[in-house]
Nanobody, 124 residues
Framework: QVQLVESGGGLVQAGDSLRLSCAAS????????MGWFRQAPGKERDFVAG????????EYADSVKRRFTISRDNANNTVYLQMNNLKPEDTAVYYC?????????????????WGQGTQVTVSS
């Protein structure tokens, strides 16, 4: 129903910025909330940011508040994660996810569709 492809990860130094992109396909994209999650080796997959169906509501994990910004362009079927002032603890594989409903949940169980992930590595 929905296919997601992430891009934009890479190797950066602490304090640098990256912008992740998630290209989505599927005619119901515009009605779905979208989210970003991340997972480091040996750790749980954690919520990072979410955005409502029309971009009017956003949610952020406390650890990324005021540093990361999620946005979406429904006309282009794309969701973005702008990451500023990156820290070594941000190192993880970042996954784009699509929810079933229009409201951005903060747990992985609320999202039905997932991309393959993109690696973000931040050196100190």
């Amino acid at each position: 129903q929905v296919q997601l492809v992430e891009s934009g990860g890479g190797l950066v130094q602490a304090g640098d910025s990256l912008r992740l992109s998630c290209a989505a396909s599927g005619r119901t994209f515009s009605s779905k909330a979208m989210g970003w999650f991340r997972q480091a080796p040996g750790k749980e997959r954690d919520f990072v940011a979410g955005i409502g169906w029309n971009g009017g509501r956003t949610e952020y994990a406390d650890s990324v508040k005021r540093r990361f910004t999620i946005s979406r362009d429904n006309a282009n079927n794309t969701v973005y994660l702008q990451m500023n002032n990156l820290k070594p603890e941000d190192t993880a594989v970042y996954y784009c996810a699509a929810s079933i409903g229009p409201v951005p949940g903060t747990t992985a169980g609320r999202y039905a569709y997932w991309g393959q992930g993109t690696q973000v590595t931040v050196s100190s």
